[in-house]
């Protein structure tokens, strides 16, 4: 017999916290039983609804106390909220390592497919390619520059090359360093501001006589809702802490 | 006692056989020991120079034999010549089976690195996403269309949403068909050709709020030389046939 | 003095009217009399209120008799409703010459400022290249293929070429016209539906060595606002009919 | 009577020079009868050869005392060599004025009709936008960044911003700013250098919405060669000094 998922939701009033709620909503194996946010118990809410997972989308202040009620109370967790240190992930590791039986969590820093994929496939291609460059391109009221989606692909890219024993990429110029953006680890990463533009990002890798893009364009927070929807299905099944959504992803 | 691998080239005076023939001489873990072409004796040439592979950019009536003749030498094969049909593949293979001895051939219908790259990470990621188009775009001297690369990456895409249990994409569009393209298996391939574009394929997948899209440009022949000289340094490890550059690469 | 224009809009209720309405409220130098919809008397509403310019934003069947009103009681009509002919453009210029007194009528059938720059700068390119392709990509759930932006800015390319003497384009495919897409007097649009976009084209023109690609995005229809209060603030200075945003434009 | 234009090629020899004397001979309105090279006298070659236009590609040292002897000689002059100030080019007007008889001097810094296409484009459309950036993406041996042309488009993006009275552009970033680029009078320019790339700018422009984007790609210097053939053809008719190839481009 197959059946449903109970999911609560934590945050639910929040932006993301809302679209996560109707997405749940409307996926037909799984069933929203809560509606959870500031001022609620955790812990009663949870258990009142019976929800198997519970997925947190609160603040930086709130969410690692959140995990750890939900253990306590033998919930799945989900964790998209913000703010989740080294630290703080080896706490509930901890935890989860105490508890056992089988109870799972996903923190991912970005739910959305195609940010992710292209993280992945950039860091894949690195190798096999002279030039690595990473823009990114967001709305203008973003405050820090470089994207930490970005500063990550490039950190990857760069890794991937370490390992490859690749060294450091041709480029003759030697001054006119001046514009928004960061150097990680060797890697350039150019950061543009556009009114109209959401989040999107594009790596570009060259070769003599070729190039190969990979570009993701985040146009609104639906695009999150695939990813949250399926480490949801999937943290039932993976005991304890997994940490970003490539590891759900069946990518061999 | 780390050593050169003496490299023979078969059609060395065509446009890919000496540009070949450049990139092997200008890597430094290999050595050109024989230039071949049309009235030379494939199975002399390589006996006398030495050579440990030999790689065949010949044409379609040519390229099977030389690849026998190359078995029966002891040579290994590196192939780049179009023409293969299943048929001749599965002769190859016999024969391989048959002389055994560690002896290896492959053969790549193409070498660049980054539309290799663009065909595998599109058929990754096709099972994550609703929709999925190819736009590939050509010089327009070019006669067939769409391309072969795009027919096949269309393929892969099909195979992939079939295996992952999607169904068809979502289309309202119920006239208007009247554009260069195809479709491939429900993948709908357009085909743009325009002076002054070598030859390039573009990958869009959407899903709500989201677009990833994976693009590799072919500017000139040179492209395909890292991918033949990986061919190369592979071959010689590899015992048996191996058709397609992709079984090379580690995108584990 | 400075002072300030007042606007009605007629379809107040619908999407477009009621973002028009937010944006003519956002707008220091414009002040929103009017919000008309269903039911209501045009002519009663524009008078009683004092506009001096009408907005429309209705429907094919309601449009033409809105316009005719308007003129009747002195105020000015910009018109994004769709469904205007040649014939029912024509009554609405007769009837400007008959009433006089400086009063004007915009009718656009595009208020986005980035499709229709992006239409005058590919007819204005078009004559100095030898190719010349429209790839439009929108959402799924668009009926037709392609659309009529796409179909508008290949006609303009179209007759930019002829008026330069120019010959058809070079093209060496002969089969393989099945794809989503057109042949609009000799240019070929492609036409991409994929989940998650919204509205967007791209025009690419080439050359032996050389690409000039423009390309434009419409992520929601906030975008058409800029054009929409654009023609508010003209149409009081421009008598007789202008169809078309682009004549507003300063491009000279 | 139709007849052809008798041309003179100067620095016939180099790369720019030798891609030019092809072009001159394959254009059948034209005619090549001289190619002149380090060694030979101007003034004496263009006189025997009965040329009516010399081309210029030579070299910064040398390019103005070539034009001032066509002038002498009484050829007009089409001029792609770099070197130029203002106080050159000013000698040249003085020189031109002093000769008069309808001869004409076109000097140009690009001659790719994209790239000054793109450059006229994002001139023009700059002041219907919120936010404009120019990202500009070249081979890895460019010593230079920003680009040249890069830095012409946004100073005239800039140029084109302040005559409309637009402010600053939206951005909230404060830290961050050491990326390959410039800000140039309050544009941002963000330079890629990656293998595998021969010359391309990319300028975006934004509004709440939408986005317009301008790109321009120069694969190989015979992209030049349609705009030197329309300066020669100009130049008989365009008495005295032209500076930039938009000035014979039909806009309007």
Aim: hydrophobic share 50%.
């Amino acid at each position: 017999m197959s059946s449903t998922i109970r999911v609560a939701v934590l945050g639910a009033a929040g932006r993301m916290g809302s679209t996560t709620c109707a997405a749940v909503e409307a996926a037909a194996d799984l069933e929203l039983v809560a509606r959870v946010d500031v001022g609620d118990d955790v812990a009663t809410a949870v258990r009142e609804s019976g929800a198997q997972v519970a997925i947190d989308f609160t603040i930086p202040s709130a969410t690692e106390a959140n995990v750890h009620a939900l253990l306590d109370a033998g919930v799945h967790a989900v964790v998209g909220a913000t703010g989740w240190t080294d630290e703080s992930k080896a706490r509930v590791a901890e935890h989860l390592e105490r508890v056992g039986g089988g109870l799972g969590v996903v923190i991912a820093p970005n739910f959305g497919l195609s940010a992710v994929l292209a993280m992945q496939f950039a860091a894949k291609a690195a190798r096999y390619f002279e030039s690595a460059e990473v823009v990114e391109l967001h709305h203008p009221n973003k405050v820090d520059a470089p994207s930490g989606t970005a500063r990550h692909t490039a950190a990857a890219i760069a890794a991937a090359r370490r390992d490859a024993g690749l060294g450091p990429m041709p480029d003759a110029t030697e001054e006119g360093w001046e514009a928004r953006g960061a150097d990680v680890d060797g890697v350039r990463v150019h950061a543009v501001r556009l009114r109209g533009l959401v989040a999107h990002e594009e790596v570009l890798l060259g070769n003599p006589g070729e190039q190969l893009v990979i570009r993701q364009d985040s146009f609104d927070r639906v695009s999150f809702m695939p990813g949250v929807l399926l480490a949801v299905r999937e943290v039932v099944r993976r005991p304890g802490l997994t940490v970003g959504l490539e590891h759900l992803l069946d990518l061999a």
